[in-house]
Every structure is written in structure tokens, then in C-alpha cells.
């Protein structure tokens, strides 16, 4: 029997709320949504949403899965797992215990090492950039058509002479000075790509689970303690593997 993914297991502990509990979350979440992200509705609330991505390994891909010719750290492996089951990165990042940014580092290089196919959407590949610290705050904005090519350059030169002037200022503070984008923008932007780093640590069918007493809850609490002190050592080796990751070659 094929086993559930982990984010359907997610999704069923929020399935099994009342309809009346369903309905307040849908709505505060769908309004505080387009609340923050109203100018990026199009990329960041869509119902093409990058997370939704199933990645696609090519031939080397396929190759490099069963060969290990390469050697690359364990991690390009089970990322090359889910692809090859046709997980999405949503999926893949929840089953692994990754952070999205980490999902994101290893997408990208395995693309860079021709291991994944091309994503046809440009948003895709360049959130994914972004997320992966790839790409600036800046190019990112001229992806998402917020400045053009020209605003951008413009930054960029008066940035470099502010730093000869001994005045170093960040890209996206001059082109807020120059009037380009707005605090909002910039904050959305940088809130989305901090939250990439923070990994989601789910409970699953942990809502499934009625306490009979007190200290059966402590217990459950306890565990659940344990098990996130745990991940976290697990996240903090995975990133410094990640390090080196970003230095591999071709």
C-alpha cells in the first residue's frame, strides 16, 4: 500500500474541523491574504502557486538516481526521490522536514546541474531563486515587473557611488528614495523569503489525539517537545551541509 504524503495528513487534520471552524479560516486567512500580498496577488496568491510545482527529472536525472555517480550530499538524492514520485515542493519539503528555503537551494542547483527540467513558468524559477538567496531583492522586483530595467540600473549606479562616498546603502532603500516601490513592497518581499526559512513542524493526526487526563496531555506535549528539539539539530547539520552545496561545480 502506497503511503499518504505528509501534507495530505496535514490537510486531513484541518479537513476534520467542524464546517463552522472551516469557515472563519478560510475567511480571515483568504482576506489577511490579500491584505498583505494585494500587490502580488498575481504570483504569491495564485492558484499556480510555485509550492504546487512537481519537479521533473531529465535523463541525467533519472540516471544520476540510480548511478550516484556524482556523489552529491544525501540530500540531492531524496529530492531527486520525490521528484522521481512525482511530489511537488510542497510535498517534498514537508516530508523531509525541510525549510523551503532549503527545498529551494537544492531545486535550483539541481536545475543549474541540467539534473531537473526548466520550470516553463518564469515566476516559478525565480521565486525559487529568490528563496534560495540566488537573486537580490532587487532583480527579484524587476522579474515580478515592480521596476523595469532601467530603475534598476539606476539604483545600482547610485548605490555604487554612495559607497564611495563612504555612505553604503541597500538597493531596495535607494529605490524606495527614488520613488520606484514602497515600504510595503519591500516588507512583503523580504517577509515572504524570511519565512521560507523557518521551517513547519507539523503535529500530524495530532488533532486526532484526545487526552483523557492532564497528564496525558503533558506527555503528548513533552513528546512533541522532544521531537521538535530533535528536527531542529537535524535542520541545523542540513544547513550546513547546504553551505557547501552552493559551492559544488559543474
Not at 491584505?35 to 504570483?43: M, P, T
Not at 502557486?49 to 531524496?78: H, I, N, V
Not at 540566488?134 to 545600482?156: C, F, N, S, W, Y
Request: proline share 3%; charged share 30%; hydrophobic share 40%.
Amino acid at each position: 500500500m502506497a503511503q499518504q504524503p505528509i501534507s495530505e495528513l496535514f490537510l486531513n487534520n484541518i479537513d476534520i474541523l467542524p464546517l463552522w471552524v472551516k469557515q472563519v479560516l478560510y475567511l480571515k486567512t483568504r482576506d489577511k491574504l490579500r491584505e498583505e500580498l494585494a500587490e502580488f496577488l498575481d504570483v504569491l496568491v495564485s492558484d499556480n502557486l510555485m509550492q504546487y510545482f512537481a519537479p521533473k527529472l531529465t535523463f541525467a536525472g533519472k540516471s544520476e538516481l540510480d548511478s550516484r555517480e556524482r556523489m552529491l550530499p544525501e540530500e540531492f538524492y531524496t529530492f531527486f526521490k520525490g521528484c522521481a514520485q512525482e511530489h511537488d515542493l510542497f510535498e517534498i519539503t514537508l516530508s523531509n522536514y525541510w525549510t523551503f528555503e532549503q527545498t529551494c537551494q537544492i531545486f535550483c542547483r539541481s536545475i543549474d546541474l541540467q539534473l531537473i527540467d526548466l520550470p516553463k513558468d518564469e515566476s516559478i524559477i525565480s521565486i525559487a531563486q529568490f528563496m534560495a538567496g540566488k537573486i537580490r531583492t532587487g532583480e527579484m522586483l524587476k522579474r515580478l515587473h515592480k521596476i523595469d530595467v532601467m530603475q534598476l540600473e539606476k539604483a545600482l549606479r547610485l548605490q555604487k557611488m554612495r559607497e564611495a562616498e563612504g555612505k553604503p546603502v541597500k538597493t531596495a532603500e535607494l529605490m524606495i528614495e527614488l520613488g520606484y516601490i514602497t515600504n510595503k513592497d519591500i516588507n512583503i518581499l523580504l517577509a515572504f523569503k524570511n519565512d521560507a526559512k523557518k521551517r513547519f513542524v507539523m503535529g500530524v493526526g495530532f488533532s486526532l489525539v484526545k487526552p483523557t487526563n492532564d497528564e496525558e496531555t503533558q506527555t503528548l506535549v513533552r513528546g512533541m517537545q522532544k521531537e521538535i528539539k530533535r528536527l531542529d539539530e537535524e535542520n541545523r547539520l542540513l544547513k550546513n551541509r547546504l553551505r557547501k552545496i552552493l559551492n559544488l561545480k559543474n
